[in-house]
């Protein structure tokens, strides 16, 4: 890429030309490019998912047509993405917690998968119990049960320095082969032939739905969750300190902060609230445990997290977004065409905004002379 | 452009911007072949700026360059190396994990593939026996001392065979005597016909061993001239445009209690070896405490034990007669040590977080500063907003980023916060360092004056002159020990040199037995 | 008895070579990128789009060595994509990585819907080293596999020199190390970052492409189950050496093959709980890895993850 060897070269003089252009980097990014960023990285997402489709043999104007009309379109779509957002929402709201003192909280997917685990041992064994403890006793013994699981990920960080993101990740496959183990052998189902299903819980075990829709209540735990950890991180002083460490742990720790205990206490709530996620989900739409809980949620709550800048009320919008977009993945599967083009645009729409943001930081400057 | 005979580099009418500073404006700097030419400035002068121009890491955004009376354009580091340029930084370009003849070799483009690390290590022990540069090729830079890793960049850059060495502050790093060797090494490779270029901002330096000198001030050249043709009293006013006082008001220490006792303090390092070896001291109220050294031997460990962040093996510390050996650094905290660290961004800060932010960092947990779990943000904003009209911080409000704060305004908030406590120990490690004139004496003048309240203060700093300026007494440190402790009527500079070489005092101990 | 005892040991060793090798091969991929500063966190993803791509290759040429060449490239472009994103743009590293590993793995379940099911053309074939394979135990266990295991052992001895003993190597590692001495010397910074994430991409690629081609050999969606993330464990457990690489990926091989094996013994454990046992292993020897280990702190890159800008 360099020059091998010293170059002489003649003053470049263009007569007539009285200005250059130069590109420097900004001090601060101006707050409107805040606003254009997401604006520019989703036209750039589907730009980029159009030629992935053009290239396939699909025609993407057809394509985002149906995906549009069927997501945002009909009463159907509308409430399925709302279905699909709320175990979303939580499970952002959760990693982004964690994600804000720098713990990279890979787990979610297997912290909704224990929370399910959990809910359902609850929901399966306590069978006579009226609505107003089951539900309750559920939501505590998923947040129990993601909490602890994100605290088996997170412990080694904070006593041996040991790789959050490897110890986090692993452990949602060791949930998963946990449920299946469940699903396939002491809670199956003799009734569901050979499928392998938990019996469906009792009616007291079925978080309540809005109207005739398959919306629950999980919609509102997101919203709630989002908003109070908005509040702690803003306003108190734990989150004062959650804050520091994650931007400064040395200075965190010059201040007087306790590190591990944080890293614990966040990976805590960070995973108790993806467990209720788990838990709206066995409890709120399919009323029994299955194999597969959840269709990686919790690592598109990654992305909504960071596209969202951990901003609750980004979050909010996003995991609406992210909802839709899964919606439309199912519904052009119809057309033959593959439901992942709705991972590879969420993937994408992440890139393209560091992108974008990365880019934003430079200007470009015409200099007089 | 006139081309003057004997110039080896000539730089013309170099100007180099960076968003919100001038680092260069139309500077014009030539260098002729078998000299020392001293480059001299005060802090953010511009004199690291032109000479990263001049060893390619920066491109300017006007002006030409001349090597060897051929315009060049150097690009990058590779194009000034080859030009035969070669730079020594302030802090050094060494891989740590690799051997001398490893860091050496790196970046040379032969041989291509293979590597005879065995021939390498024999062509560097003997250049560095040539120019009476003791080194072990084979040892891992880690392990070297601050003056061995410099004769490793200087090697380095005559194995390059570097027709023109730059040398950013070199003798930051060194003690009086290591200087002096040094000054001996430059001679002898004036000698061999080699132009060295010295950044320094100390003007006694500059009488020693230049040739030449050319003055920076503000990004501009204030003066070239023949070292002959030129006083000490004339270089000073020319560095920083106007004269300012050398000496500060202060009053003698009085005889009170210690506030801080450190007895055979015993802890080891990062890497594993023992950073501080049975150091005990002692600080009273209403003194300030120097510790000279050079950078390494033990001062980041000794803040480190204090306030808590770093364990003692032995040993016990007090503050005011309470045990605080091993204690959280919260405990140390509230028992009255402030702490001013050596690394203000990288620890005494959140530099992305707000002005306000930065402020409570120690005091969001006292009773003022909170309503039950939350935080009294309008109590935040108001001590913020006192703190930087008393300290006079430049910013662009309080909720901006502190790491948009210049290096002295965010020292100065720091310094600010710390005494904000009402501390009975303050703790300042090279509080000055990197600072422009006028916020280094600012900060000096708060320290002193924090003193005269009663305060005690254990100042660490690199800069001797500074030392003998604010310190009541010195402990001079040295491989983690302490050498020896002086008042200001026993201390001179040579005497202080020679400890800081890890030279008992002979007369000192003779005096004692 | 003790034939078949030994029999089994020795049909278990020779399993753990063949389930090692993908995650070798993206381990040493990921000790290049790491090597020269940059942590690439997008393997498991990576290595599904080598398989896809690798199947597609071979199903449209009907040749291997085009199957393998594909999966190289494919695995390069995501790696390039990361290396544009994190060198040229500066940005966080993990979170590129992430974002990356999902939006391959959308691309692998995309571009493999139909081929789902379908046997591939042709295979790698174990190929018995004449004399070699009949020495016991090392006979079955190094010198009966395919050429793609072959290809790693003089893969892993290239690098191993490569690494320590050359110029290039050197610089390699002195980018990792410290980025701001190998640009005062010189040395290309992005240049050389650009260089090994694209080859450490084109390896998960290979890595892969063994899976759909060698191991399985058909595409599986999520075939990878998690070994990208393994490789990625391996590489600490390696401290960043190839030959230790090796060692650790047959260890990681041994357990899976054990999981399978033990059943056909005749043992009572559930075959779930058996599957979990490489994802527990990875975590437990991460802990013994970065807890006990100084040389895993003095052996790894001291840059690494953190972008470099001149000052």
């Not at chain 1, 002491?186 to 398959?214: E, H, I, M």
């Not at chain 1, 992305?303 to 609750?312: D, G, Q």
């Not at chain 2, 959280?328 to 959140?350: C, H, K, Q, W």
Request: charged share 15%; glycine share 10%.
């Amino acid at each position: 890429m360099s020059e091998p060897t010293a170059t002489c070269e003649k003053k470049d003089t263009v007569p007539g030309r009285s200005f250059r252009i130069r590109i420097e980097k900004r001090l601060e990014t101006p707050a409107w490019w805040n606003a254009v960023t997401p604006v520019i990285s989703i036209a750039l997402a589907l730009l980029f998912g159009a030629i992935f489709l053009k290239l396939t043999g699909y025609s993407p104007i057809t394509v985002y047509k149906i995906m549009f009309k069927d997501t945002f379109g009909t009463r159907y779509g509308i409430t399925e993405t709302l279905v699909k957002a709320s175990p979303l929402l939580l499970s952002a709201v959760g990693v982004s917690m964690a994600f804000r003192m720098q713990l990279w909280n890979i787990g979610g997917e297997g912290q909704i998968y224990m929370g399910a685990l959990a809910a359902s041992w609850v929901a399966l064994t306590f069978t006579g119990l009226p609505k107003y403890i089951m539900v309750p006793a559920m939501m505590i013994a998923a947040a129990a049960a993601g909490g602890i699981w994100a605290f088996l990920g997170s412990a080694p960080r904070a006593i041996w320095g040991v790789n959050e993101i490897l110890t986090t990740l692993m452990l949602n496959y060791v949930a998963i082969f946990w449920v299946e183990y469940f699903v396939y052998g002491p809670w199956r189902d003799p009734t569901a032939f050979l499928f392998p299903l938990s019996p469906v819980f009792p009616k007291a075990a079925w978080l309540p739905t809005f109207g005739n829709t398959r919306i629950h209540w999980g919609l509102i735990f997101g919203i709630i969750a989002a908003l109070g950890v908005g509040l702690l991180l803003s306003r108190t002083k734990w989150g004062y300190e959650i804050r520091v460490i994650g931007e400064n742990p040395s200075a965190a720790r010059y201040s007087g902060m306790n590190i591990s205990r944080n890293i614990i206490l966040v990976m805590l709530l960070s995973g108790a609230i993806s467990g209720i996620a788990g838990m709206c989900e066995v409890s709120g739409i399919i009323h029994r445990l299955q194999a597969q809980v959840s269709t990686g949620y919790g690592y598109t709550a990654i992305i909504i997290a960071f596209l969202a800048k951990l901003h609750p009320i980004g979050i909010i919008i996003v995991s609406l977004l992210f909802g839709g977009l899964l919606v439309a993945g199912y519904s052009v599967q119809i057309y033959g065409i593959p439901a992942d083009i709705a991972t590879m645009l969420q993937g994408s729409l992440l890139f393209f905004v560091l992108g974008v943001e990365a880019l934003a930081q430079y200007r470009i400057r015409v200099i007089r002379n | 452009m006139p081309q003057e005979d004997g110039n080896i580099v000539e730089m013309h009418g170099i100007t180099k911007r960076f968003p919100g500073v001038l680092a260069n404006e139309n500077v014009t700097f030539c260098v002729r072949s078998g000299e020392i030419h001293a480059l001299l400035g005060e802090n953010g002068a511009g004199k690291s700026t032109l000479m990263n121009i001049l060893s390619g890491l920066y491109k300017p955004d006007e002006g030409e360059i001349f090597v060897k009376g051929k315009r060049i354009q150097i690009g990058s580091p590779r194009h000034a190396i080859e030009a035969g340029i070669g730079m020594v930084h302030q802090h050094f370009r060494l891989v740590e994990n690799f051997s001398v003849a490893e860091n050496i070799t790196l970046g040379m483009s032969t041989p291509r593939f293979l590597l005879d690390m065995a021939a390498i290590e024999d062509e560097v022990l003997a250049l560095s026996k040539e120019y009476g540069l003791q080194l072990d090729p084979k040892a891992q830079i880690w392990q070297l001392s601050v003056g061995e890793q410099q004769r490793v960049e200087i090697v380095k850059m005559l194995y390059r065979r570097a027709d023109v060495l730059i040398l950013d502050e070199p003798t930051a790093v060194l003690t009086p005597q290591e200087t002096r060797e040094l000054f001996a090494t430059l001679e002898r490779m004036k000698e061999t016909g080699r132009s060295i270029i010295f950044i320094t901002h100390k003007l006694e330096e500059v009488m020693q061993v230049a040739d030449r000198v050319t003055v920076l001030r503000a990004g501009r050249v204030a003066a070239t001239a023949d070292k002959t043709d030129v006083t000490s009293r004339q270089l000073a006013s020319l560095m920083v445009g106007k004269e300012y006082s050398p000496t500060l008001p202060g009053k003698t220490a009085l005889e009170t209690a210690p506030v801080l006792t450190l007895s055979d303090v015993t802890a080891y390092g990062d890497r594993g070896t023992v950073a501080l070896d049975g150091v005990s001291l002692e600080v009273k109220a209403g003194e300030i405490l120097g510790i000279a050294g050079v950078a390494g031997n033990g001062q980041r460990e000794l803040t480190e034990v204090i306030t808590g962040l770093r364990k003692t093996t032995s040993g016990t510390i007090s503050l005011l007669g309470q045990d605080i050996t091993n204690r959280t650094p919260l405990e140390v905290i509230n028992s009255g040590v402030s702490f001013v660290p050596e690394d203000r961004y990288g620890t005494g800060m959140a530099p992305n977080l707000s002005l306000v932010d930065n402020v409570i960092l120690k005091s969001y947990r006292t009773r003022i500063m909170c309503k039950g779990p939350f935080i009294n943000y309008d109590a935040a904003r108001r001590q913020t907003q006192g703190l930087v009209e008393q300290f006079q911080v430049k910013c662009a409000g309080i909720y901006s980023r502190a790491r948009l704060l210049s290096g002295g305004n965010a020292q100065k908030l720091l310094l600010g916060r710390e005494i904000s406590s009402d501390p009975k120990l303050l703790i300042a490690a090279y509080p000055t360092r990197g600072l422009d004139i006028g916020a280094a004496e600012a900060i000096r003048s708060i320290l002193i004056n924090q003193r005269n309240q009663g305060i005690a203060i254990l100042l660490i700093s690199e800069d001797l002159e500074e030392l003998m300026r604010l310190s009541d007494r010195i402990a001079i440190m040295y491989e983690g020990k302490i050498m020896g402790t002086l008042d200001r009527d026993e201390w001179d500079i040579e005497r202080i040199g020679l400890l800081m070489a890890g030279v008992r005092d002979v007369q000192h101990e003779e005096a004692l037995t | 008895m003790t034939q078949t005892t030994f029999g089994f040991i020795t049909a278990v060793l020779a399993a753990a070579v063949e389930a090692g090798t993908p995650i070798l091969y993206a381990a040493l991929g990921e000790i290049l990128t790491e090597r020269a500063g940059i942590l690439n966190l997008s393997v498991e993803g990576t290595m599904l789009v080598g398989a896809v791509s690798g199947f597609l290759a071979t199903v449209a040429t009907g040749n291997l060595a085009a199957g393998i060449l594909g999966a190289a490239i494919a695995g390069g472009i995501i790696a390039a994509i990361h290396a544009f994103l994190s060198v040229t743009l500066k940005v966080n590293q993990v979170v590129s990585g992430l974002s990356l590993s999902m939006f391959a793995t959308g691309v692998s379940g995309y571009l493999g819907k139909p081929i789902i099911g379908v046997a591939a053309p042709v295979s790698f074939k174990s190929i018995p080293i004449p004399g070699l394979s009949k020495i016991p135990v090392l006979g079955p266990m190094f010198f009966n596999h395919n050429l793609l295991v072959y290809g790693s052992y003089v893969l892993v001895a290239f690098l191993w020199y490569f690494v320590y003993k050359t110029r290039p190597g050197l610089h390699m590692r002195s980018v990792g190390e410290s980025p701001r001495t190998a640009d005062s010397l010189g040395i290309n910074v992005s240049f050389v970052q650009y260089t090994y994430t694209i080859i450490g991409g084109a390896l998960s690629g290979i890595a892969g492409a063994y899976l759909s081609l060698a191991y399985a050999p058909s595409w599986i969606e999520q075939m990878t189950a998690g070994r990208g993330w393994i490789a990625i464990a391996l590489v600490i457990f390696a401290v960043w050496n190839p030959l230790r690489a090796m060692i650790g990926a047959y260890l990681f091989g041994g357990i899976e093959a054990l999981g399978f094996r033990i059943q056909v013994v005749g043992a009572t454990i559930s075959p779930i709980v058996l599957k979990m046992m490489p994802y527990i292993f990875t975590i437990a020897v991460l802990i013994i890895t970065t807890a006990r280990s100084a040389s895993y702190k003095n052996e790894a890159p001291q840059a690494l993850g953190v972008p470099y800008e001149r000052e």
